[in-house]
């Protein structure tokens, strides 16, 4: 007889913690533009919106890429798909390296996008593969932890490798870039050889728990009905397409604050190092809210609150961390607000596999994620433009604050929507 838990705990601790490993070293190479940019500005010549523009470049290449990506992980397997998509992207990082101007830098974030396009929404789709519906959300914040950390890590590496302009006769904002590419290309080798596909393909799987899971996970799905695995159908689902657009709120909070806050922690007259440094705080407490919320979630029936109270949080944080003038209590807001925009998130993405499977969880769970990043690509351009506007390197906040609370009101009602679908799917009698 299989023990659900021990099952569950073997394949966690088999996959999550190399996923994660995959999603720090993706989240520090899409991030570390943020303290490249503390150099890399003046070096090219660039004005701050003419960076954030670039730099956003990378959403615009993901949101276009994304879909038939998945559906490519969902043909040829994870384990191919994921050590292309590493390689891809770690190559065209250690290329941002030796950036000459500004339109090298533009075409180089937009092929970043391009390569690194179904990375995070494949994962989502691979665990729906390996585990049980109960288990998903915290599957999700677990896998999010490693983004935290990333910014954790990034941030005082991102610092310090600023501080060895000169070295070797690189830049400092070079070897921002070299030090994020490589690591990517060797991981991208090592996935190869270590991730397996499905369940039924493990070797550390014996054959009763396969048929066990397998046998679970039909369960859930048979209640679905026949679109659910259909690719196109899923893309023009009203579900889908509402929960891209209440999703834009997340990544375009997620993105502003992480992107833009090493610029207002420098306003305050503190070293790239330090810098870095103060910038680890913050992410710690993502990190214990990445998993206490989900795991909180997965015990309830009604989600909802789980997502739209941290986000509603986080909105009031940003709003006051504009308002208040001390700096000590800026920085304070910050941290609880990047706590109140990453923590929902993994809820959120328990929702869509509610009604998709299959090829139609592939395109439906890419689709989200492509339009969602566009917030991105908004924020990436629209928090420099408020600071050249207004000279302040806070006021950004109060754009991101009403973002997220129009995101986390539309969550609500969509929430609302699913479940009265659910509702009526249900057949009489039943």
Not at 155 to 183: E, K, N, R, S, Y
Not at 306 to 326: E, Q
């Amino acid at each position: 007889m299989v023990n659900e838990q021990q099952l569950i705990s073997k394949i966690t601790w088999r996959l999550m913690p190399f996923l994660g490993i995959l999603y720090l070293i993706a989240y520090i190479d899409r991030q570390n533009v943020s303290f490249a940019k503390l150099e890399m500005v003046d070096a090219l010549g660039m004005s701050e919106y003419a960076y954030g523009l670039g730099a956003s470049l990378f959403f615009i290449g993901y949101f276009l890429f994304e879909v038939p990506s998945n559906l490519f992980l969902d043909r040829f397997g994870a384990r191919v798909w994921f050590a292309r998509i590493l390689v891809s992207w770690g190559i065209v990082t250690i290329l941002l390296s030796y950036t000459q101007n500004a339109t090298m830098f533009y075409i180089l974030r937009f092929l970043l996008g391009v390569c690194e396009a179904g990375f995070f929404p494949g994962v989502l789709y691979l665990l729906t593969l390996w585990f049980p519906s109960d288990f998903r959300g915290r599957m999700v914040g677990l896998f999010m932890i490693f983004s935290a950390l990333a910014n954790a890590i990034g941030a005082p590496v991102g610092g310090m490798l600023l501080d060895l302009d000169g070295f070797l006769g690189h830049a400092g904002w070079q070897w921002v870039f070299l030090a994020t590419g490589i690591p990517a290309v060797i991981a991208g080798v090592i996935t190869f050889f270590y991730l397996y596909d499905r369940p039924e393909n493990a070797n550390f799987l014996s054959k009763e728990e396969k048929s066990w899971l397998a046998d679970r996970l039909a369960s859930e799905n048979s209640g679905m009905d026949h679109n659910a695995e259909n690719g196109f159908k899923a893309l023009v689902d009203p579900r889908v397409l509402l929960m891209a657009l209440c999703y834009i709120a997340f990544p375009l909070a997620a993105y502003g604050l992480s992107y833009w806050l090493p610029t207002i922690v420098k306003a305050f007259g503190v070293s790239n190092t330090v810098n870095g440094f103060l910038n680890i705080i913050p992410w710690i407490l993502v990190a214990i809210a990445l998993w206490a919320v989900p795991a909180a979630a997965d015990k309830v029936k009604t989600k909802t609150p789980y997502i739209v109270i941290p986000a509603l949080i986080g909105a009031a944080c940003l709003l006051l961390s504009a308002l208040v003038p001390n700096n000590t209590l800026q920085f304070i807001f910050l941290c609880i607000a990047a706590a109140g925009i990453f923590a929902p998130q993994p809820v959120f993405w328990s929702l869509p596999s509610r009604f998709l499977k299959g090829a139609g969880a592939a395109a439906g769970l890419a689709a989200i994620n492509s339009v969602g990043n566009l917030g991105g690509f908004v924020a990436q351009n629209v928090v420099p433009w408020i600071k050249d506007e207004t000279g302040s390197t806070i006021a950004p906040m109060f754009f991101l604050a009403i973002c997220l609370a129009a995101g986390a009101l539309l969550v609500f009602a969509v929430a609302m929507i699913i479940a009265r679908k659910e509702h009526d799917a249900v057949p009489r009698g039943v």
